[in-house]
């Protein structure tokens, strides 16, 4: 099984501790290469729904 890539676009830039690139806080950023499968699977997850709420959908990529 392949692993799950890390979201990061390069954007870098936070809105109330949330990455407007990625849609993580600084702290799932700093925990990223520690955490399990099903525990990146969930941060992604939060991390849409973030993006959604900052109306910054669209600057993750599509698979």
């Known amino acids: 099984m ?6 990061c676009i390069g954007v870098c830039k936070f809105c109330e501790d949330v990455c407007i690139g ?9 925990a990223w ?7 990146k ?3 992604l997850a ?4 973030r993006l959604l709420t900052l109306d910054a959908t ?3 990529k599509k698979k």
């Open 2 to 7: 392949s692993s799950i890539k890390d979201p």
């Open 22 to 30: 990625c849609g993580r806080t600084q702290r799932e950023i700093k």
């Open 33 to 39: 290469k520690k955490l399990d499968k099903d525990e």
């Open 41 to 43: 699977r969930a941060v």
């Open 46 to 49: 939060q991390a849409d729904l």
């Open 58 to 60: 669209g600057r993750r």
